[in-house]
């Protein structure tokens, strides 16, 4: 199998860097022989540093990194017109909240949030620096059909991503994101699968060749009604790619960062899966199919409730896992805090103690101590939209 061979290869070569080795990935020839690895880039040891701090026990990833238009449905649904100055004053609001470093290790952002400041002046990347959160930005150019393959998609962006990553890195963020989507309904085609890894693997690269982080992110998406014996088969053939492809591309394992789906079925399947089968399958999936070497399983959400994605991630959490397993939530720590502000500066204060609610029991679920007791029904409700689109 892929994995097994490239966990080999990768474990079997060495990098020297300062006085440290890192593992790094090899190309097996059709001899097969073993080419000599590539050298690490010069910010290896700041990547390796970067992604460590945002993988630190009890603390997660606030994802805010929604394109305008996607941004303008959050606000629309609590009445508020798609104006730069309407996203300016929600993400202030999110992104000043005192405390947040506590339970917060990086924010991803979209790329107008990246240069904007406070109405006071303030550069939103100075806001998070001095709450210890390390400033991220959402690459990808968002997703497009996929031709010959099974009404599937594709994520664009690789175009002149090596420039816009070093003027990223120049305004102070220090890790990436990049999301591409598998779609079970739709196969998912061999092909499907091969352009999303590739892609992962060349954004990944080039975003560690300028300082950045990667978050290597292959969604699997939660539509259909599939058993999660066929997620959990679907993500093993994804991720067994994805790591393939990292190790052609010489990406430093200990230099990135995990985001992917929890293995859950179906949301049309008929029977709901409790947190602790969601847990079991999920971490059978990352024990065959990713590296110790890599620091840190960052979650995303994709829909569920806030209360099921809190739980799920506590679930995992109940015995000691090779890597830190934690969060990089959007709607799960976002939904509550919308609803309680409602676009109202009277509110302000109030949706920042939402928010610092969310993210105190997600910590909570990284260190294994979360309880459900006590949560709002309004918390409990799914978020799952059908062909939900950034």
Not at 179 to 192: E, K, N
């Amino acid at each position: 199998m892929a994995c097994a061979s490239f966990v080999k290869l990768n474990a079997a070569s060495s990098q020297w860097i300062g006085q440290k080795s890192y593992p790094r990935s090899s190309t097996r020839l059709a001899t097969g022989r073993v080419s000599v690895p590539i050298r690490a880039s010069s910010y290896t040891e700041e990547l390796v540093k970067t992604a460590k701090t945002i993988a630190s026990p009890g603390r997660g990833i606030l994802a805010i990194d929604e394109s305008n238009a996607t941004c303008g449905k959050r606000l629309a649904s609590i009445g508020l017109d798609n104006t730069e100055v309407n996203r300016q004053a929600y993400r202030q609001l999110l992104l000043t909240t005192p405390g947040l470093g506590e339970y917060i290790s990086g924010a991803i952002l979209f790329e107008e949030t990246l240069y904007q400041s406070t109405t006071d002046g303030k550069k939103f990347v100075d806001c998070l620096r001095d709450e210890n959160i390390v400033p991220g930005i959402k690459v990808d150019k968002g997703l497009v059909p996929l031709p010959g393959s099974n009404n599937e998609s594709w994520c664009q962006g690789l175009d002149g991503l090596a420039s816009r990553s070093a003027e990223y890195y120049k305004q102070g963020a220090r890790f990436a994101k990049w999301r591409t989507v598998v779609s079970i309904p739709c196969g998912p085609s061999a092909l499907a699968v091969k352009e999303a890894a590739w892609g992962l693997a060349r954004y990944a690269a080039i975003s560690q060749d300028n300082g950045l982080v990667p978050i290597v992110e292959p969604e699997i998406l939660l539509d259909g009604d599939h058993p999660i014996e066929r997620t959990l088969e679907v993500a093993e053939k994804v991720w067994s790619e994805v790591f393939y492809y990292l190790a052609e591309n010489n990406v430093v394992f200990e230099g990135i960062l995990l985001k992917p789906s929890m293995v859950t079925p179906g949301a049309e399947h008929k029977e709901k899966a409790s947190p602790e089968t969601i847990a079991k399958y999920t971490l059978t999936m990352l024990q065959r199919r990713v590296p110790p070497a890599v620091p840190g399983i960052m979650f995303l959400s994709g829909g569920q409730s806030e209360v099921e994605a809190t739980l799920n991630l506590n679930a995992m959490n109940q015995s000691p896992n090779p890597w830190h397993v934690s969060f990089s939530y959007a709607r799960a720590l976002q939904n509550s805090v919308l609803k309680t502000w409602q676009g109202h500066p009277e509110n302000v204060e109030a949706a920042q103690i939402a928010l610092l609610t969310r993210a105190k029991v997600n910590s909570l679920a990284q260190l294994g101590k979360y309880s459900a007791e006590g949560e709002s029904d309004e918390a409990k409700k799914g978020m799952f939209v059908k062909g939900y689109t950034y």
